[in-house]
């Protein structure tokens, strides 16, 4: 089973939107073994989104990111990277397919709700930035014959 993380931005925590999207990706079978609600500091944003650092968009997305609180959950699942970023639609909301987070609730490019990992490592890494591992939760889901 493949863990990944997401993040639910300070719009979507705004925008009473964190149940929904969690919702979502219960239904789909990944399940929850962490969840935490904070806010990030310029630091943290600046270690997130490390590999943006000189593109001209990097200062505009730390001070998106550090705007409010944001919600971070770590899935776990079957093909879960690949799933959540399916689940999520294109990262501009105006070119998100309907029935995707994205697609039914985003406004934009950058109030698009929800950030996910886009690789097994990218999700390792992500995960340890804010989670250790006495945090995450390792129990089986009554249903989980079913989620195969």
């Known amino acids: 089973m493949e863990r990944t993380f997401v993040m639910v931005k300070p719009d979507g925590v705004g925008r009473s939107l964190v149940g929904e999207c969690l919702r979502r990706f219960e239904r789909r079978g990944l399940k929850l073994v962490a969840l935490k609600m904070q806010q990030l500091s310029v630091d943290q944003a600046h270690k997130h989104y490390g590999e943006h650092k000189g593109k001209p968009f990097f200062e505009e997305l730390v001070a998106f990111i550090t705007s409010g609180p944001v919600v971070q959950l770590v899935l776990e699942g079957r093909d879960a990277v690949a799933q959540v ?64």
């Open 85 to 148: 970023r399916k689940m999520n639609g294109a990262t501009n909301c105006l070119d998100a397919a309907g029935g995707t987070i994205r697609g039914d609730l985003g406004l934009s490019n950058q109030n698009n709700l929800v950030h996910a990992s886009d690789s097994l490592e990218t999700a390792a890494r992500e995960i340890a930035l804010y989670f250790s591992e006495d945090e995450i939760v390792v129990y089986a889901l009554p249903c989980a014959a079913w989620l195969k």
